[in-house]
């Protein structure tokens, strides 16, 4: 018999993150979106390429650097390609990239954006009644994203904050890389696991627990 289940748990996020920046047009401090379109200013020797955004309220448009100055040779061609055809999912994959957001100095607005979660959920006594002793979470998201794992893990096992810091402890619930759930984001990779057994002994504990007078 198998000893571990592996499933997925995808996250995708419903938009971009708005930068904050300061409007000419509007004369204050507004939240820019992305355009999904890009700027090319190709020479012989260098390339600049920028991603553009635009005023929430006046459409007044700037340019995010991308890459500056850079050799064309440098450039991969299949990505070329999506810069020129305004690419959305390359937008998306730069939007999102914290080395251009660090890069540009940009204050990131991720406000705005909902969360859908999918992939293989199961609530706790699904979990529970599984045949393999370890039942394992691969989190799947293609952007850097600012969600905490802790609404991750609360959100798809359907469980309370407590709940969840109770099943920490007592180590039916444990997360690779190592760390403090609630101060970590999710990442591409991260694996949430839950103990069966363990899980098992806990729900009957409940249980019990509602029954007594």
Avoid at 17 to 27: A, E, G, I, S, W
Avoid at 67 to 83: G, H, I, M, Q, T
Avoid at 161 to 180: R, V
Wanted: aromatic content about 8%.
């Amino acid at each position: 018999m198998k000893t571990r289940l592996e499933n997925e748990w995808t996250v995708t996020p419903s938009t971009t993150p708005l930068y904050m920046r300061h409007c000419r047009k509007c004369k204050k401090q507004r939240p820019y979106y992305c355009s999904e379109k890009f700027r090319i200013n190709a020479q012989k020797k260098t390339v600049d390429i920028w991603m553009i955004y635009k005023c929430t309220k006046c459409d007044n448009t700037c340019n995010i650097d991308i890459y500056s100055r850079l050799n064309p040779k440098a450039v991969d061609s299949e990505e070329y390609l999506n810069f020129q055809s305004n690419d959305a999912e390359t937008a998306w994959k730069y939007a999102f990239s914290q080395d251009v957001i660090r890069a540009n100095k940009i204050v990131a607005d991720y406000s705005q954006i909902e969360y859908m979660l999918g992939g293989n959920i199961m609530d706790l006594e699904e979990i529970a009644r599984q045949e393999e002793e370890l039942i394992d979470f691969v989190i799947k998201t293609r952007y850097s994203l600012d969600l905490d794992l802790s609404y991750v893990i609360r959100k798809n096992l359907n469980i309370s904050l407590s709940q969840m810091e109770a099943m920490l402890s007592e180590g039916i619930l444990s997360i690779q890389p190592q760390g403090p759930v609630r101060k970590t984001k999710i990442k591409d990779g991260q694996k949430v696991t839950v103990s069966r057994l363990k899980l098992e002994k806990y729900l009957k504990n409940v249980d019990e627990g509602a029954k007594e007078p």
